[in-house]
């Protein structure tokens, strides 16, 4: 079983649509994260929940973004896609982080998107 | 604020000789650091963490770290390297904010020729 699943994998789309990415997480945990990959391998944090509330937005262009239907799911929805917004997105997923800070996070595989 | 360097994009070495990827840190209180290694096309895996009192910490595939509190320093390590082992290698460091957010390092590409 995967511990962290999104999907897809691989996306490739046109500037100006609109795309989601969902994630999926069977570990219990509380809290779940969205991070950027850049092509420079760059990985910079954009969102954090915990228990479905949002607690990290990082200065993303408000056209991203999150929801949380329940606490294993984390979605990331883009609008109106941009060249720049090429990249690889990584879900991942912590324990508590309030009560263990020295808690690992446990990330997918990742979705590649390419805006064309 | 916490950050984490990782002043080398690139280490090479060969198949059975030690390794080591260097980190250093800043952080204003404990530091809570990690080490991940990405393979290609793959997400990131966990390796280890610092846990408070162990200044040598063991992890998955034979990699170790060294935490040494007065260089501000976690370099991960292993005694003998393999192909295998051929990697993307970040280095992490748990904001203290209440954000709890993982910042990571620039990644250090490891090399090891056969």
């Known amino acids: 079983d995967t511990a962290v699943s999104q999907t897809p994998k691989y996306l490739v789309t046109q500037m100006g649509n609109d795309k989601s990415i969902k994630c999926e997480q069977n570990?219990?945990?509380?809290?779940m994260y969205w991070y950027k990959q850049d092509s420079k391998k760059f990985l910079k944090i954009m969102f954090s929940?915990?228990?479905?509330?949002?607690?990290i937005n990082e200065t993303v262009p408000n056209r991203f973004s999150p929801k949380s239907p329940d606490k294993a799911h984390l979605n990331l929805h883009i609008n109106s896609l941009e060249l720049g917004d090429s990249a690889v997105y990584f879900c991942?997923?912590?324990?508590?982080?309030?009560?263990?800070?020295?808690?690992?996070?446990?990330f997918g595989q990742g979705t590649r998107l390419t805006v064309v | 604020a916490q950050s984490v360097a990782q002043p080398e994009d690139q280490v090479n070495v060969a198949e059975g000789n030690p390794l080591t990827v260097k980190c250093t840190y800043s952080?204003?209180?404990?530091?809570?650091l990690f080490w991940y290694v990405q393979y290609p096309n793959r997400g990131l895996q966990f390796l280890l963490k610092?846990?408070?009192?162990?200044?040598l910490v063991k992890g998955s595939y034979g990699f170790e770290a060294e935490f040494n509190k007065s260089q501000t320093s976690f370099h991960l390590k292993k005694p003998s390297a393999l192909v295998s082992d051929s990697a993307l290698y970040f280095c992490?460091?748990?904001?203290?904010?209440?954000?709890?957010?993982?910042?990571f390092g620039s990644g250090t590409r490891l090399l090891v020729r056969p």
């Open positions: 991942a997923s912590s324990q508590d982080l309030g009560r263990n800070m020295n808690t690992e996070a446990f």
């Open positions: 570990l219990g945990h509380d809290t």
């Open positions: 929940y915990n228990n479905k509330e949002l607690i």
């Open positions: 952080v204003s209180g404990n530091p809570y």
């Open positions: 610092y846990i408070t009192g162990d200044n």
């Open positions: 992490a460091v748990r904001a203290l904010d209440s954000s709890y957010k993982l910042i």
